[in-house]
């Protein structure tokens, strides 16, 4: 059954559309005056299409063009009909529109109101434009058709510049079974342009670079040029000046408006520009190029877009619905623009995405790895060198967002994991060596750094004296903040990485030779990661310790930890001192405590 009837003179058109009942199984009345290529075409979708169908009305259609003429069709696409300078001093809200004329008239500079406000004023947009009244008159009649699945077998397709790894294949192909993938290897292996036009298409995504002219799909281009439109301006791809062809091969052009698709998606970037911001001529336009073909919907880019793997996914697993809403929607937090944009009427509905973010523990220790790395006090040849770096070149991968929305409530607990194997090692590496490299990240730091008068404040240390808790502020953002306690008893009491854990340190202040010495610290941390605990005394009596710990003790923020020293009877009898420190989030925190150990009285 021919579901449309053509018309040569615009006068019989306008006649039939104005008497035609929508309610009525009627052929549907397109406009093609000498337009072959559009008649073709309206051919090839009578045999594509082959159900009547009534659309769901948008609530307010824009008349961009004042297309009176079009009543017929304007009545039945939308409820509430305004005029572009109504428009303009319209306020819209929770609601739909669809702009509606000629695409010389789809104009940036009068629509950008919408288009930079849509996500604000909460308005799904769609248009139904065309290059003229032929085309238009097209994509108005291509609303009230469908495909009856039952008759004509239609397959979902996705053509993809990108290798798409077998795991997502398979969920895909697990959440749409009729789905054929096409991804970078496969697209140099097969006839593109034999499998584009040779098979009937419900909804197809062809996800490339481009613009637009064109989208690539490696050696094979989806071509906008249109052979039977004349150039209105002289701008042109390279294909449209004198003695020179194609930047790609022109046997693997494949034209827009010969693909048999119900619903298409141009995955490209800026592939419907609006028209006042467009580089090319009309004819070569990928956009008008589609909306003469056979596609009822097309989504469309007007601007530069940034889909990705995750982007695909919600496409997939939403069945190939709403596609410009599940795009835009999925790409907050990765764009500001309202990138892709709805030809066709089909029902959208909002749609909201949990966003995936780096845990602050994730995001602090990368920061201080690459604060290590650029550092001029870590031993590049060292092992903690090392493994810092291994650490970045991991961790930067994982906080992509293909990598955050892929695990999804599984990264934070590897990568925790993974920090505390870190945190762990460079505690250890201390405990057998205090002279490590990474020790001497205070007077690294602090020698390049100013103190910050205004934090300067008085505290009591544990001696019972008043000290100074202040803050060194580097003066490259590349160097670590540094945070000190200072005691005129005891010295330099604490100093530590900014938001390390604080802690507080209490031992008898003098012992007797042989007496194991009882210690209690307090540890305060405002993160609720794990902390990594240990101690050592100095050097000089690194012998004289009877229990001095190999590994790092872990520990939460709020604990209480209590431990003994124990010297041997060879000590000497003087002031001495001991270190406690924490590591978390590879930050480093240090206090130490000062006693005096009692020999013999002359």
């Known amino acids: 059954m021919e579901l449309f009837?053509?018309?040569?003179?615009?006068?019989?058109?306008?006649?039939?559309?104005?008497?035609?009942?929508?309610?009525?199984?009627?052929?549907?009345?397109?406009?093609?005056?000498?337009?072959?290529?559009?008649?073709?075409?309206?051919?090839?979708?009578?045999?594509?299409?082959?159900?009547?169908?009534?659309?769901?009305?948008?609530?307010?259609?824009?008349?961009?063009?004042?297309?009176?003429?079009?009543?017929?069709?304007?009545?039945?696409?939308?409820?509430?009909?305004?005029?572009?300078?109504?428009?303009?001093?319209?306020?819209?809200?929770?609601?739909?529109?669809?702009?509606?004329?000629?695409?010389?008239?789809?104009?940036?500079?009068?629509?950008?109101?919408?288009?930079?406000?849509?996500?604000?004023?909460?308005?799904?947009?769609?248009?139904?434009?065309?290059?003229?009244?032929?085309?238009?008159?097209?994509?108005?009649?291509?609303?009230?058709?469908?495909?009856?699945?039952?008759?004509?077998?239609?397959?979902?397709?996705?053509?993809?510049?990108?290798?798409?790894?077998?795991?997502?294949?398979?969920?895909?192909?697990?959440?749409?079974?009729?789905?054929?993938?096409?991804?970078?290897?496969?697209?140099?292996?097969?006839?593109?342009?034999?499998?584009?036009?040779?098979?009937?298409?419900?909804?197809?995504?062809?996800?490339?670079?481009?613009?637009?002219?064109?989208?690539?799909?490696?050696?094979?281009?989806?071509?906008?040029?249109?052979?039977?439109?004349?150039?209105?301006?002289?701008?042109?791809?390279?294909?449209?000046?004198?003695?020179?062809?194609?930047?790609?091969?022109?046997?693997?052009?494949?034209?827009?408006?010969?693909?048999?698709?119900?619903?298409?998606?141009?995955?490209?970037?800026?592939?419907?520009?609006?028209?006042?911001?467009?580089?090319?001529?009309?004819?070569?336009?990928?956009?008008?190029?589609?909306?003469?073909?056979?596609?009822?919907?097309?989504?469309?880019?007007?601007?530069?877009?940034?889909?990705?793997?995750?982007?695909?996914?919600?496409?997939?697993?939403?069945?190939?619905?709403?596609?410009?809403?599940?795009?835009?929607?999925?790409?907050?937090?990765?764009?500001?623009?309202?990138?892709?944009?709805?030809?066709?009427?089909?029902?959208?509905?909002?749609?909201?995405?949990e966003k995936a973010y780096p845990s602050e523990a994730l995001i602090e220790s990368i920061n201080r790895a690459r604060q290590y790395q650029i550092s001029g006090f870590l031993d590049e040849n060292g092992k903690i060198s090392k493994l810092i770096r291994n650490f970045l070149i991991k961790s930067a991968d994982s906080i992509s967002r293909n990598s955050l929305y892929n695990n999804m409530g599984n990264s934070e607990k590897q990568w925790k994991q993974k920090i505390n194997v870190l945190n762990e090692f460079i505690g250890e590496e201390i405990l057998k060596d205090q002279f490590n490299s990474i020790m001497s990240f205070d007077d690294y730091e602090t020698s390049r750094s100013y103190i910050d008068e205004n934090s300067v404040e008085v505290v009591k240390c544990e001696c019972g004296n008043d000290a100074l808790h202040f803050k060194f502020k580097p003066f490259s953002m590349y160097d670590f903040s540094i945070e000190m306690l200072f005691c005129y008893r005891c010295g330099d009491k604490a100093i530590k990485m900014e938001k390390t854990p604080d802690m507080r340190v209490y031992a008898p202040d003098h012992v007797e030779r042989g007496v194991r010495i009882p210690v209690k610290v307090e540890i305060d941390s405002k993160e609720s990661d794990d902390i990594y605990f240990g101690w050592f005394v100095p050097s000089y009596i690194e012998d004289n310790v009877l229990n001095a710990p190999k590994k790092m003790k872990k520990i939460k923020g709020g604990d209480q930890i209590e431990f003994e020293i124990e010297f041997d009877d060879k000590i000497a009898g003087q002031g001495y001192y001991f270190t406690v420190f924490t590591i978390q989030n590879l930050g480093i925190s240090l206090r130490r405590h000062f006693i005096s150990v009692e020999g013999e009285t002359k």
């Open 5 to 353: 009837k053509t018309f040569s003179e615009k006068s019989n058109f306008f006649e039939a559309l104005k008497s035609h009942d929508f309610s009525e199984n009627n052929q549907l009345p397109v406009l093609v005056e000498n337009r072959e290529n559009l008649k073709k075409v309206i051919e090839d979708s009578n045999g594509f299409y082959t159900n009547f169908s009534t659309p769901k009305k948008v609530i307010y259609g824009v008349d961009l063009s004042g297309l009176s003429n079009f009543e017929g069709y304007k009545s039945a696409l939308a409820e509430k009909w305004l005029t572009i300078e109504e428009m303009k001093n319209y306020e819209f809200h929770n609601t739909s529109i669809v702009f509606f004329g000629i695409y010389e008239d789809f104009r940036y500079n009068d629509l950008k109101s919408l288009f930079l406000n849509a996500e604000k004023l909460k308005v799904n947009i769609c248009a139904i434009i065309g290059r003229d009244i032929c085309s238009l008159s097209w994509q108005c009649a291509k609303q009230f058709v469908e495909v009856n699945h039952d008759n004509v077998a239609v397959q979902n397709g996705i053509l993809s510049c990108k290798k798409i790894n077998l795991k997502r294949k398979e969920k895909w192909l697990e959440q749409s079974p009729n789905l054929v993938i096409f991804d970078k290897p496969e697209l140099h292996k097969m006839d593109i342009q034999k499998i584009l036009l040779s098979t009937n298409w419900d909804s197809l995504l062809l996800y490339g670079h481009g613009k637009e002219d064109n989208l690539n799909l490696e050696e094979y281009t989806v071509c906008g040029r249109n052979i039977e439109v004349s150039r209105k301006v002289t701008f042109s791809p390279q294909c449209g000046y004198c003695n020179q062809g194609c930047f790609k091969d022109e046997h693997k052009l494949i034209p827009a408006c010969d693909i048999i698709a119900q619903n298409l998606t141009l995955g490209s970037c800026n592939n419907a520009p609006f028209s006042d911001l467009a580089l090319y001529d009309e004819k070569y336009s990928l956009l008008l190029n589609a909306i003469d073909g056979v596609a009822k919907t097309i989504n469309v880019a007007v601007t530069a877009q940034n889909s990705d793997y995750i982007e695909l996914d919600r496409v997939v697993a939403n069945s190939f619905q709403n596609i410009p809403n599940i795009i835009n929607s999925s790409l907050k937090g990765a764009q500001s623009q309202l990138s892709m944009l709805q030809i066709g009427i089909e029902p959208q509905e909002s749609v909201e995405f």
